[in-house]
């Protein structure tokens, strides 16, 4: 690794905690979300431990904070998740410890036996990102000599009281729902969408670069797997959560969900634009094929078709203004007549326009 890359690695580092540390403060945004969860996930933890050290008297109850705190996961349905396989995950290292300590004499034999027996269980999909805690529980007991009966129900019981505690704090203190995140997302990526056709127009008039046109339409694509997974995230956030029942979450998912929908048929015209004048570019094909007129009227039409989009995820994110439709159709008939039904750049690129039109009035 050269220097230069080292230098440019710290300083993406110090800017992505710079916008974090920005982002924190914003009602909605993933970074106040993280912070809420932070938060929740020492208080769970110092609940585990008052419990399990003042109240429960127990010995060093050092699972049941650990536990709490492992528990604390984005969304409610993933906290129970975690809870059960943390807990089924514990009890499997603790019996493997004592299985070990019980036909192995000595501490050495029965780290030798207990470790990798616990490394395979662990690999159990069930127990999916829990299964580290099986050979993590059953190395610390064989290793603190801890294998005793009073010593195993200490750990066990630990473990429960730290899931149930971890999960009834998420559950309780404002159980998490990312209504507000992926409402602020499909702004953005209608937003971004906008920009890109702005861009393209830019282009169209004469400010024409190097850089492929399906580049930033890449760009594009990849915004919409991880605005999949943001909605899916969103989702899944209600199940099992108290607040589902509440008209304005659901209501929000779904006006977010119909956005994304919009935004991904936006995507896909956009990609197809893209495509068609990087073929027009690479086959060479002369300049009148997309002559001075028609190349004026599509960076007009493509200005309209981004003020259309913001508009358009605007009303189905439920926050319309009441500002005017944009013309497109107009803009579209504008297109048509100065284009040459002769010129084959020109035809293709009417159609994939036109579906552009369509994608956002449907």
Same mark, same amino acid.
């Given at each position: ?67 709490? &705190? ?24 603790? &019996? ?83 209504? &507000? ?38 760009? &594009? ?84 078709a981004a003020d259309t989009c913001e508009r358009r995820v605007t009303e189905l994110l439920g926050s319309a203004d009441g500002e005017p439709a944009d013309d497109l159709s107009g803009a579209l008939e504008a297109l048509e007549q100065h284009a040459d039904s002769g010129a084959e750049a020109q035809a293709a690129l009417l159609i994939a326009l036109r579906r552009l039109a369509l994608d956002l009035n449907r």
């Amino acid at each position: 690794m050269d220097r230069y890359t080292m230098i440019s690695g710290v300083r993406n580092d110090l800017r992505g905690a710079w916008g974090f540390a920005r982002e924190a403060p914003r009602r909605g945004t993933w970074a106040r979300e993280t912070v809420v969860q932070a938060f929740k996930a020492g208080v769970a933890a110092m609940l585990a431990w008052f419990v399990a050290a003042y109240l429960l008297r127990l010995p060093m109850p050092y699972l049941a904070p650990w536990v709490a &705190l492992a528990v604390v996961r984005p969304t409610v349905h993933w906290s129970v998740l975690t809870g059960l396989r943390q807990v089924a995950a514990v009890a499997l290292g603790v &019996l493997i410890a004592v299985g070990s300590a019980a036909l192995m004499p000595g501490r050495e034999l029965a780290l030798a036996m207990c470790v990798p027996v616990a490394f395979l269980v662990g690999y159990w999909p069930r127990l999916d990102d829990q299964g580290l805690y099986v050979p993590f529980t059953a190395l610390f007991m064989v290793a603190v000599d801890s294998v005793e009966e009073p010593f195993v129900l200490f750990r066990l019981l630990e473990t429960g009281l730290g899931a149930a505690i971890g999960m009834g704090v998420n559950l309780l203190v404002a159980p998490p729902v990312r209504v &507000l995140t992926v409402d602020a997302r499909a702004r953005r990526d209608g937003e971004e969408t906008a920009a890109v056709l702005r861009e393209f127009a830019a282009r169209l008039r004469g400010d024409d670069g190097d850089e492929p046109w399906s580049t930033r339409a890449r760009d &594009l694509d990849q915004r919409a797997g991880e605005a999949r997974s943001a909605l899916q995230h969103a989702r899944d956030s209600l199940r099992l959560n108290p607040r589902q029942g509440e008209a304005w979450v659901r209501e929000s998912i779904e006006s977010a969900g119909a956005a994304f929908d919009l935004i991904r048929r936006v995507n896909r015209s956009v990609r197809a634009v893209a495509d068609i004048l990087d073929d027009s570019r690479r086959d060479g094909i002369p300049d009148p094929a997309l002559d001075a007129g028609f190349s004026r009227e599509c960076a007009s039409f493509l200005d309209t078709a981004a003020d259309t989009c913001e508009r358009r995820v605007t009303e189905l994110l439920g926050s319309a203004d009441g500002e005017p439709a944009d013309d497109l159709s107009g803009a579209l008939e504008a297109l048509e007549q100065h284009a040459d039904s002769g010129a084959e750049a020109q035809a293709a690129l009417l159609i994939a326009l036109r579906r552009l039109a369509l994608d956002l009035n449907r």
